[in-house]
């Protein structure tokens, strides 16, 4: 799947994220990153290459990351996903997958957690604790599209579904919007 998503990728029809230029993004580099993901209903680590385009424009560099690939987790979406439905459906306790997929415990609580807090953001609290679990992971499983989905989450929490933090380096746009404000009009 990867492959097939950076074999349409064209960089040269890219929006660089920072300064909003259309047309200025060219390759600038590629580096290696193992990723966790399912093959046959279990856990492999693989190795994919990442893309980072340039933008002439501002000077920014951008890894480009499919949906599937959460940035800065070593766990791929569908790995994630995979768990939380087994879990929420009662197909597995939590013991069994967590010896299954080789995760401890406080991970699997992280990551549920984590699910719980971006189910949240994305329905709000009312429509949150009106849904379950299991039919909002079915609802994310089945959309036509998932990139639709996962463009406007990001758009509303400057977050990728299921990224548990931003780059360090990186004030998200809330904060920094903040900031920007004069106190006293």
Not at 87 to 115: M, P
Not at 144 to 169: C, E, I, M, V, W
Request: aromatic share 12%.
């Amino acid at each position: 799947m990867f492959g097939s998503y950076m074999d349409s990728f064209r960089p040269e029809l890219e929006t660089c994220p920072v300064c909003g230029s259309k047309g200025n993004c060219h390759i600038h580099a590629y580096y290696s990153r193992k990723i966790v993901d399912f093959i046959y209903g279990k856990p492999v680590r693989t190795q994919v290459i990442i893309l980072r385009l340039l933008c002439e424009s501002c000077t920014h560099t951008h890894a480009i990351l499919p949906d599937i690939i959460i940035p800065y987790s070593t766990y791929s979406l569908f790995f994630l996903l995979r768990i939380m439905a087994e879990h929420f459906l009662g197909i597995s306790t939590v013991d069994q997958l967590c010896e299954r997929f080789g995760i401890t415990r406080n991970q699997f609580y992280k990551w549920k957690a984590l699910f719980h807090k971006h189910k949240q953001e994305w329905l709000g609290l009312l429509e949150s604790m009106e849904t379950s679990d299991a039919a909002f992971l079915k609802e994310l499983t089945m959309k036509t599209d998932y990139s639709d989905f996962a463009s406007g989450f990001f758009r509303k929490s400057h977050l990728s579904f299921l990224q548990s933090h931003l780059n360090p380096g990186i004030r998200s746009a809330k904060t920094a919007d903040c900031h920007l404000k004069d106190p006293d009009p």
